[in-house]
């Protein structure tokens, strides 16, 4: 593996590390399982592209791209809540609603520029020679990307991952747990349950949306299928981090996650990279495939290894 693959499969692994944070919150911290996700990450994408795309500060697009992606998770939470709809069916609405929405944005960029007459959906909007929040620290001749991109990258995840651990540290955030634990317990000390799983849905999708802010400006353009799988590499980045990394702190759990998704994209680059696996035949193509071995073994090697060490004080 070459510096500059590692460098960009590191960057990869970061922008995913937002998503897995905000998968944990749902997953985790609410017990809602949400699919939303594939959903949101292509909508914030959508969003900061077409702003990007039509002139506006690349800082206030990502911002634009957040917020789309907290509205979609309110959405959710609202269905849930006031409409009394499954938590999964809830959810699976939404991405599907979604998809259209965010084809829609997608196309209308070039209409709102003046390049086609009709406003049409759009599978994708490319981003090529248009500024982002990277451009202003990069080289004419991005000889420091590779570099530049990822320390950017990960000065995001640490400011969201020390605002997300202060925030469940406060009364909103404690009741945040506490509803996702017990709901019933809950409500019965007055905490406004429905209240704080909107909350909860909307800083999930929230962040999810800020990495497909960030991803869409690292690739230089956005596409609608950006967003297929999202929710099983934020689940495996969980899995993977929680086996690996094993923590009873909140912190270090939440820290688990973002280093369970650097190892998942790492591990995904070294399976790609393979000489043997590409001899029989594995390719790109077969990415959701090493995804899934993926999240099996991190599910049984924990537990098989535990039954392979003796316990202390028994017999080796």
């Known amino acids: 593996m070459s510096f500059e693959f590692f460098l960009g499969s590191l960057e990869i692994g970061l922008i995913y590390?937002?998503?897995?944070?905000?998968?944990?919150?749902?997953?985790?911290?609410?017990?809602?399982?949400d699919l939303t996700a594939d959903g949101s990450f292509p909508l914030g994408g959508a969003i900061c592209g077409?702003?990007?795309?039509?002139?506006?500060?690349?800082?206030?697009?990502?911002?634009?791209?957040?917020?789309?992606?907290?509205?979609?998770?309110?959405?959710?939470?609202w269905l849930y809540v006031r409409l009394h709809i499954l938590q999964l069916l809830a959810s699976i609405i939404v991405m599907i609603g979604l998809y259209s929405i965010n084809?829609?944005?997608?196309?209308?960029?070039?209409?709102?520029?003046?390049?086609?007459?009709?406003?049409?959906?759009?599978?994708?909007?490319?981003?090529?020679?248009?500024?982002?929040?990277?451009?202003?620290?990069?080289?004419?001749?991005?000889?420091?990307?590779?570099?530049?991109?990822?320390?950017?990258?990960?000065?995001?995840?640490?400011?969201?991952?020390?605002?997300l651990n202060m925030f469940l540290s406060t009364r909103k955030g404690l009741a945040l747990r506490a509803t996702g634990t017990n709901p019933r317990m809950a409500s019965a000390q007055g905490i406004k349950t429905g209240g704080v799983t909107i909350l909860g849905m909307a800083i999930s999708?929230?962040?999810?949306?800020?990495?497909?802010?960030?991803?869409?400006q690292t690739q230089g353009g956005a596409d609608i299928t950006i967003g297929v799988g999202t929710i099983v590499i934020g689940l495996a980045s969980i899995i993977i981090g929680e086996s690996v990394f094993p923590a009873k702190k909140l912190a270090f759990i939440t820290l688990s996650v973002i280093v369970g998704s650097i190892l998942y994209r790492l591990f995904i680059?070294?399976?790609?990279?393979?000489?043997?696996?590409?001899?029989?035949?594995?390719?790109?193509?077969?990415?959701?495939?090493i995804t899934a071995v993926l999240v099996v073994l991190a599910l049984v090697l924990p537990k098989q290894i535990k039954k392979w060490i003796p316990k202390r004080g028994g017999k080796i």
């Open 17 to 33: 590390a937002l998503v897995s944070l905000g998968v944990f919150i749902s997953f985790r911290l609410l017990d809602f399982p």
């Open 50 to 77: 077409l702003c990007i795309y039509i002139g506006v500060n690349p800082w206030l697009a990502t911002l634009y791209g957040t917020l789309g992606g907290c509205f979609a998770g309110m959405i959710t939470g």
């Open 103 to 163: 084809l829609r944005i997608l196309g209308a960029a070039p209409y709102i520029m003046g390049e086609t007459p009709n406003m049409a959906g759009s599978p994708n909007l490319p981003l090529l020679n248009l500024k982002t929040i990277f451009t202003p620290f990069l080289n004419e001749d991005f000889s420091n990307q590779y570099i530049v991109q990822p320390l950017i990258i990960l000065l995001f995840v640490i400011l969201f991952w020390l605002l």
């Open 205 to 216: 999708n929230g962040l999810i949306a800020l990495g497909g802010c960030l991803f869409v």
């Open 269 to 289: 680059a070294i399976a790609l990279g393979n000489e043997f696996l590409q001899m029989i035949g594995i390719g790109t193509e077969d990415l959701n495939l």
